[in-house]
């Protein structure tokens, strides 16, 4: 009787934390559903775009890279919950933390990479050459390169984002469970959730603005250098705005400085949660809008660039 009893307690937190996936299921749906959309929607527009981006899609998928991080991605987002934090409760706010971190990484990662395979090296190979031979002007190329290595990308934001929130469900009943507090219902695991579930949002933006400096400098520079500079910028990018509101910043020379590459640089700070999962607060609507329209701004002006940069490039 015994068994039967804790078996039926085991069933209950099982079902508790499955129970709100059905709307990570349903939002995973749509967002691969809004790309086939907006894809058939570029087709109809910009057919040439459309078929530079399909292509590049196609490379990008076909890469052992993109499943090597798939990998690494769905085993470690499916380890973090087991992981003692030793935090006093508070064990499924790292796992957040954490969990946007890696996926973040792991898809900027497959966007550089894909950038400078893509663009660079395709450059470097003449290919670059043979396709601009036909009727496809320099802007539909790069352009098309630009979407195309974003699908890959959104495609590892997806199914890293379903398992990361699913981990976040199951971690809400783990923790209770370990520590001897009442099982949370369905509604609270799916709070957390959604609670989260901006941060995705957010860090999607970030590497949708990487990638449009990778592809910029992917237009002048080979693979290693343009790891290199986006690496520079992932960090200076975090790193400068709590440079600035620091003590150190006060110092009139490292205020100037710092001033000067948050205008330059892309203030990367902007996308991170860190302090509403700290606080366990929301994020706004309005901020989840007008961090979109700083991203939309800065990716066009990166491309802009890279195309004056390309523009100005001898291919032959």
């Known amino acids: 009787m015994g068994f039967f009893a804790s078996d039926l307690v085991l069933f209950g937190a099982i079902t508790t934390?499955?129970?709100?996936?059905?709307?990570?299921?349903?939002g995973a749906?749509?967002?691969?559903?809004?790309?086939?959309?907006?894809g058939l929607a570029l087709r109809l527009v910009a057919p040439k775009v459309a078929a530079i981006a399909r292509t590049t899609t196609k490379e990008a998928l076909g890469q052992p890279l993109f499943y090597v991080l798939l990998v690494i991605g769905v085993f470690a987002l499916l380890i973090f919950p087991f992981v003692p934090y030793n935090t006093f409760g508070e064990d499924v706010?790292?796992?957040?933390?954490?969990?946007?971190?890696?996926?973040?990484?792991?898809?900027?990662a497959l966007a550089l990479w894909t950038a400078s395979l893509s663009v660079a090296e395709e450059i470097e190979g003449k290919t670059a050459l043979t396709l601009l031979s036909k009727p496809?002007?320099?802007?539909?190329?790069?352009?098309?390169?630009?979407?195309?290595?974003?699908?890959?990308?959104?495609?590892?934001?997806?199914?890293?984002?379903?398992?990361?929130?699913?981990s976040i469900s199951f971690k809400t009943v783990y923790d209770a469970r370990e520590t001897a507090q009442p099982e949370p219902t369905s509604a609270q695991c799916m709070?957390?959730?959604?609670?989260?579930?901006?941060?995705?949002?957010?860090?999607?933006?970030?590497?949708?603005?990487?990638?449009?400096?990778?592809?910029?400098?992917?237009?002048?520079?080979?693979?290693?250098?343009n790891l290199m500079i986006c690496a520079s910028i992932y960090v200076l990018g975090h790193l400068v705005p709590m440079l600035v509101n620091s003590a150190?910043?006060?110092?009139?020379?490292?205020?100037?400085v710092g001033r000067?590459?948050?205008?330059?640089?892309?203030?990367?700070?902007?996308?991170?949660?860190?302090?509403?999962?700290?606080?366990?607060?929301?994020?706004?609507?309005?901020?989840?809008?007008?961090?979109?329209?700083?991203?939309?701004?800065?990716?066009?002006?990166?491309?802009?660039?890279?195309?004056?940069?390309?523009?100005?490039?001898?291919?032959?």
Do not use: C, N
């Open 191 to 225: 709070d957390e959730m959604i609670q989260i579930t901006p941060g995705l949002a957010l860090a999607f933006l970030e590497a949708v603005v990487l990638t449009s400096v990778s592809v910029a400098i992917s237009t002048r520079l080979p693979m290693l250098a």
């Open 136 to 166: 496809i002007r320099r802007w539909q190329l790069l352009l098309g390169k630009f979407l195309g290595i974003l699908v890959p990308v959104a495609i590892i934001f997806v199914i890293l984002g379903s398992v990361f929130l699913g």
């Open 17 to 26: 934390w499955l129970k709100p996936l059905w709307a990570v299921a349903a």
């Open 260 to 316: 000067l590459l948050s205008a330059v640089l892309p203030v990367l700070d902007h996308f991170s949660i860190e302090t509403a999962i700290s606080t366990g607060q929301a994020v706004p609507a309005a901020y989840l809008v007008w961090a979109t329209v700083y991203a939309l701004v800065y990716s066009t002006v990166a491309m802009l660039v890279g195309l004056l940069m390309f523009e100005d490039r001898d291919l032959a």
């Open 248 to 256: 150190v910043g006060r110092f009139e020379i490292v205020g100037f």
């Open 93 to 108: 706010k790292m796992v957040k933390a954490e969990g946007l971190t890696l996926i973040k990484v792991l898809a900027i």
């Open 29 to 38: 749906v749509g967002v691969l559903a809004a790309l086939v959309i907006l």
